[in-house]
T-cell receptor
């Protein structure tokens, strides 16, 4: 069965600091993985996705994630946080049939000046 | 191109009442999904339409929830009668194709509060 675990429900960083949001997955088939972001009062927006083409995936707004099969991880990073990055971030994996996404519990990122 | 649109953005109803949520997918997207996030929990899948047919409704919590997609365009999700535990944010998403690598586009969600 497919599942994702996001470690840390809340992460706080200073503006300019490294952002690291953790996601570990479990999948009975070769996984595809997604990171979505929800800014305040907005819907979910795709940040990036891994579809087996390359292990280092670059997304929007300077975010990237690296797929590590040996660690079953797909952590999201950004070298320098900006105030506008404050949002809730969700890691997701498709179910085996591809009819739905299975989400992690989400990580809220706070950025202080 | 307009995104996925959901109406209303917020709804507050009393226990026992009926509420209908609406979702307009991106034009041309045959696949439409409903998800729900109850406070403090994960976003959970409810069901998936392909055009007007229900492809997967394994996530629907009980028979108080009824989803329709007449004509394969917009969809409605009716809760009747509403219970306190139905409170949460209901998201709609759509995609042109289906499959495990498909990106789904989400709406802003409808925040439902049952009091």
């Amino acid at each position: 069965a497919q599942s994702v675990t996001q470690l840390g429900s809340h992460v706080s960083v200073s503006e300019g600091a490294l952002v690291l949001l953790r996601c570990n997955y479990s999948s009975s088939v070769p996984p595809y993985l997604f990171w979505y972001v929800q800014y305040p009062n907005q819907g979910l927006q795709l940040l990036l996705k891994y579809t087996s083409a390359a292990t280092l995936v670059k997304g929007i707004n300077g975010f990237e994630a690296e797929f590590k099969k040996s660690e079953t991880s797909f952590h999201l990073t950004k070298p320098s946080a900006h105030m506008s990055d404050a949002a809730e971030y969700f890691c997701a994996v498709p179910n085996q049939a591809g009819t739905a996404l299975i989400f992690g519990k989400g990580t809220t990122l706070s950025v202080s000046s | 191109e307009a995104g996925v649109t959901q109406f209303p953005s917020h709804s507050v109803i009393e226990k026992g009442q009926t509420v209908t949520l609406r979702c307009d997918p991106i034009s041309g997207h045959d696949n439409l999904y409903w998800y729900r996030r109850v406070m403090g929990k994960e976003i959970k899948f409810l069901l998936h339409f392909v055009k007007e047919s229900k492809q997967d409704e394994s996530g629907m919590p009980n028979n108080r929830f009824l989803a329709e997609r007449t004509g394969g365009t917009y969809s409605t999700l009716k809760v009747q009668p509403a219970e306190l535990e139905d409170s949460g944010v209901y998201f709609c998403a759509s995609s042109r194709s289906q499959g495990r690598r498909t990106e789904a586009f989400f709406g802003q969600g409808t925040r439902l509060t049952v009091v």
